[in-house]
């Protein structure tokens, strides 16, 4: 009986987590998640208290979670749709050259009916959805208020003997994430 309850504990599916086999999707910019070639579930750091004693200082687990970067990676259009797409974003977050053009952008690139109209509306959430081994929805990583702070910019070079197309990467913060299963509940 004991030997039935040790296998209880053991992975069930043996089958190794892919990492081409994801789709992201974000609200606010479609054009940058549909040609997204490269993301992350971003790690976390747990703060640490240390109490002291006449021995040795004693590290204890603190009470605050400091969340890494959220970042995407992904192939520019020809047209340079979905690069302008987070760089209006950016822009309309931090008024660049205007007050106006903020309250523009956001006028313009409405994701959600906002009730509190004092409320901007800079946030979009985001969905990471990560797939079997036979490219099937396994579980979901959930983004709440994402907004870009960085976009890298593009090289344009003559010299390239090959044509590499050009990708940007565009880095979030947010709120908080949670992964969840195709039900929503709590893995």
């Known amino acids: 009986m004991a030997v039935s309850n040790a296998y209880k504990n053991q992975i069930q599916n043996r089958n190794f987590l892919s990492p081409v086999g994801f ?11 549909f040609f997204g070639n490269s993301t992350n579930i971003p790690g976390m750091t747990l703060g640490i208290a240390v109490q002291p004693t006449y021995l040795k200082d ?27 797409e987070i760089q209006n974003w ?22 959600m009916d906002v009730q509190d109209k004092s409320q901007m509306n800079l946030y979009s959430d985001a969905t990471l959805t990560v797939l079997t081994s036979s490219n099937n929805s396994n579980f979901q ?26 990708t940007a990467e565009v880095t979030f913060k947010y709120t908080i994430y949670n992964i969840v299963d195709n039900a929503g509940n709590p893995l």
Do not use: C, H, M
Not at 58 to 83: A, H, M, Q, S, W
């Open 23 to 33: 789709k992201f999707t974000l609200n606010r910019a479609p054009k940058v998640a």
């Open 58 to 84: 004693i590290d204890i687990p603190g009470d605050k979670i400091t969340f890494n970067d959220l970042t995407l990676r992904f192939l520019v259009d020809e047209n340079l749709e979905n690069y302008v």
């Open 141 to 166: 990583v959930k983004f709440s208020d994402v907004f870009p702070y960085s976009i890298t910019d593009l090289q344009f070079d003559a010299t390239d003997s090959d044509i590499d197309y050009l």
């Open 90 to 111: 950016i822009r309309g977050i931090g008024y660049p050259e205007s007050l106006s053009e903020i309250y523009n952008w956001q006028k313009n690139n409405s994701v």
